[in-house]
């Protein structure tokens, strides 16, 4: 049985997530922010019904909460949410756009979120709490591990493995075979051909390390 969902978060990523439950004709019952001058306001149509404590007031078998918060380069913020309703009890939902292709073996952790028209082929592995944003395409035997953001229009080609809470930036490329580390962040429009340790940011064409 589907349950109902609520969405962490009010921002631009929340508002597509939104979208993606609407075409999938998920019952949404509020947005939960921890700005109480939007409490009883509505987002693209959703009521903000409270802050986080408010899912307090649901059973954690009787709904779903949905990660809404994104990120732009930092994935800590949006790890942090999903490990604190985790430890309340709480099931993320996994949301697979309708204009999303997504092989039958590709392996999925929970809270995924695979927006419109991203493609992801076979043998892939995405790990929980992972969002794999629109119009990206991840290819054959891909490992990603959890809380990655794969940004707008990212291409990975086969078998690149990407290590937890690493953000990698819109429209970046990564070529075959590549390892990226845990943390690590890769600047829009990169082009990585080489391997990338942990916890650095690298930018360019080809993609360098870089000074924080």
Do not use: W
Request: with cysteine.
């Amino acid at each position: 049985m589907t349950v109902p969902v609520i969405i962490i978060g009010a921002g631009g990523h929340a508002r597509v997530l939104i979208s993606s439950l609407k075409a999938l004709r998920r019952e949404i019952i509020g947005i939960l922010h921890p700005d109480v001058m939007l409490i009883g306001q509505a987002i693209v149509g959703i009521p903000v019904i409270g802050n986080d404590d408010k899912v307090l007031e649901y059973s954690p078998d009787s709904v779903e909460v949905v990660n809404g918060i994104g990120s732009i380069s930092s994935t800590k913020k949006r790890q942090e949410i999903y490990m604190k309703f985790k430890k309340d009890g709480y099931s993320f939902a996994t949301i697979v756009h309708p204009a999303a292709t997504v092989m039958d073996d590709v392996k999925l952790g929970e809270g995924v979120q695979i927006m419109a028209g991203a493609i992801v082929q076979t043998g892939c592995v995405i790990g929980d709490n992972a969002i794999i944003n629109t119009g990206a395409i991840v290819d054959h035997d891909c490992i990603i591990g959890g809380h990655v953001h794969i940004a707008p229009g990212v291409v990975l080609s086969g078998d690149v493995h990407i290590g937890e809470s690493a953000h990698v930036g819109t429209s970046a490329t990564v070529i075959q075979g590549i390892h990226i580390g845990q943390a690590t962040v890769v600047g829009a429009g990169s082009v990585v051909v080489d391997n990338i340790p942990a916890g650095i940011k690298v930018v360019g064409v080809p993609a360098r390390e870089i000074e924080e």
